[in-house]
């Protein structure tokens, strides 16, 4: 049962298609661990699922800034940082480089609205304005989750 806010926005699937794998997968004896992921319960792990969407945002922001300014290990005199800052100027360059800018003032950006769990299902990811879409949190868990089910060590590889 929907409640009535999800029921208005949810298309109910139109075709059903049963797969003559899953139906053998289902009907065999060591297949238990198939049988607890077909049938599992995603709607419980919405809200898991958009707090990994809102953490991976604020890990792909950090990366972006960290490599944007990478830390200066060399440290250099109030004269050398004189005359680097003279001669990188435009009217001193002798090849056709980009001038380097003095000051860059900070740009603030607003952060994105978190992501409403109820907008999230299996194979349904929160639009971003810009880089790769990420990954299904629901095909990620399940498929670390069966990994273990099947008898193998619970490592993230």
Same mark, same amino acid.
């Given at each position: 049962?929907?409640?009535?806010?999800?029921?208005?926005?949810? $298309?109910?699937?139109?075709?059903?298609?049963?797969?003559?794998?899953?139906?053998?997968?289902?009907?065999?004896?060591?297949? &238990?661990?198939?049988?607890?992921?077909?049938?599992? =319960?995603?709607?419980?792990?919405?809200?898991?699922?958009?707090?990994?969407?809102?953490?991976?945002?604020?890990?792909?922001?950090?990366?972006?800034?960290?490599?944007?300014?990478?830390?200066?290990?060399?440290? +250099?005199?109030? +004269?050398?940082?004189?005359?680097?800052?003279?001669?990188? !100027?435009?009217?001193? $360059?002798?090849? +056709?480089?980009?001038? $380097?800018?003095?000051?860059?003032? $900070?740009?603030? &950006?607003?952060? =994105?609205?978190?992501?409403? =769990?109820?907008?999230?299902?299996?194979?349904?990811? =929160?639009? !971003?304005?810009?880089?790769?879409?990420?990954?299904?949190?629901?095909?990620?868990?399940?498929?670390?989750?069966?990994?273990?089910?099947?008898?193998?060590?619970?490592?993230?590889?």
């Amino acid at each position: 049962m929907l409640s009535p806010r999800v029921a208005e926005c949810y $298309q109910f699937p139109l075709f059903h298609e049963v797969h003559l794998d899953d139906q053998r997968l289902l009907n065999t004896i060591d297949g &238990e661990w198939f049988e607890i992921l077909h049938y599992f =319960p995603w709607e419980n792990y919405r809200v898991h699922a958009a707090s990994y969407y809102d953490a991976l945002y604020d890990f792909n922001v950090s990366q972006r800034e960290v490599s944007e300014n990478p830390d200066k290990t060399t440290t +250099e005199t109030k +004269e050398e940082a004189r005359q680097r800052l003279l001669f990188d !100027r435009t009217t001193m $360059q002798t090849s +056709e480089t980009a001038p $380097q800018i003095l000051y860059k003032g $900070q740009v603030v &950006e607003s952060k =994105p609205v978190t992501v409403n =769990p109820m907008e999230l299902s299996p194979g349904v990811v =929160p639009a !971003r304005l810009a880089g790769r879409q990420p990954k299904c949190f629901f095909g990620l868990f399940k498929s670390f989750l069966g990994t273990v089910l099947m008898g193998f060590p619970a490592e993230p590889e």
